[in-house]
């Protein structure tokens, strides 16, 4: 079993940053992959970033140059979502993920706000 914890979210203002950690905790596998999901209101979750842990990252194309995904292996395989030049549209809840073998396991959500 795997546990995935999340922290960081917040209210800004546009234009601002926030950085999301999740850290993974249990029976994690040496190949696997994290991500960043988020879900706004009214919308369907879609994928973020995702970084595998050899360190390969993709991104949405609504975050390439603003979201950086890194990930701490040595650190019980935590990974970082940094948020910056963020928009009122980028409001959502953000869920951690973490894809090992056939099996997918997610964080509870934390509420990132933009105000205009």
């Known amino acids: 079993q795997v546990q995935l914890v999340e922290s960081g979210g917040g209210s800004v203002q546009a234009g601002g940053s926030l950085r999301l950690s999740c850290a993974a905790s249990?029976?994690?596998?040496?190949?696997?992959?994290m991500a960043w999901y988020r879900q706004g209101p009214g919308k369907q979750r879609e994928l973020v970033a995702i970084i595998t842990s050899g360190g390969i990252r993709t991104y949405a194309d609504s975050v390439k140059g603003r979201f950086i995904i890194s990930r701490d292996n040595a650190a019980k395989n935590t990974v970082y979502l940094q948020m910056n030049s963020l928009k009122p549209e980028d409001t959502a809840v953000y869920y951690c993920?973490?894809?090992?073998?056939?099996?997918?396991?997610w964080g509870q959500g934390t509420q990132v706000t933009v105000s205009s």
């Open positions: 993920n973490l894809a090992q073998g056939t099996s997918n396991y």
């Open positions: 249990g029976s994690i596998f040496s190949i696997n992959t």
